[in-house]
C-alpha cells in the first residue's frame, strides 16, 4: 500500500497537515474491520522526534507525566493534539515533579517543554 499526498504547491514555510482514515477487514467481514487515522504533516511542533540532554527526561505512566531537569530554571510544558490544538500548558516547578494528565482523553498527544531545556516528543494516553 502507498498513500501520496500532494499538498500542491506550498510557499516557502508554510504548515500543511492532513488526515487520513485507513481501514482493512476481510472481505465480507466489514462489521470487523481495524481503523486508524495516519496524520501527515510537515509541522515541526507536531514532530514525534524527542530531544533533550542525558539528564532531562520526561515520561508518562499511565495518565501522570514525570518530568526531571539538570537545573532548577523554569520551564513551560505544552501539550497538543495531533491536529496541532494546545489542550494543556504548564509552568513546571523545581527540578523534577510529576502532573496529572487526566483530563485528556485517549489517544496520541505532542509536548512541548521551553526552557533553559528545549525538548519536545510524543506521549499516548490509554
Do not use: C
Not at 2 to 25: D, E, K, P
Not at 42 to 55: F, H, K, R, W, Y
Amino acid at each position: 500500500m502507498q498513500i501520496h499526498w500532494n499538498a500542491g504547491a506550498l510557499q516557502a514555510g508554510a504548515i500543511a497537515t492532513t488526515h487520513v482514515v485507513v481501514s482493512a477487514w476481510y472481505e465480507g467481514q466489514e462489521a470487523n474491520k481495524v481503523s486508524f487515522t495516519l496524520v501527515m504533516t510537515n509541522d515541526p511542533a507536531l514532530s514525534v522526534q524527542q530531544t533533550m540532554g542525558e539528564s532531562e527526561s520526561i515520561s508518562v505512566q499511565g495518565n501522570v507525566l514525570s518530568y526531571a531537569f539538570a537545573d532548577h530554571t523554569a520551564h513551560t510544558l505544552s501539550v497538543y493534539t495531533t491536529n496541532g490544538a494546545k489542550v494543556m500548558s504548564f509552568a513546571l516547578a523545581g527540578q523534577e515533579g510529576t502532573l496529572a494528565l487526566d483530563e485528556l482523553s485517549a489517544g496520541l498527544y505532542v509536548y512541548q517543554v521551553e526552557g533553559k531545556a528545549k525538548m519536545n516528543g510524543k506521549f499516548i494516553i490509554k
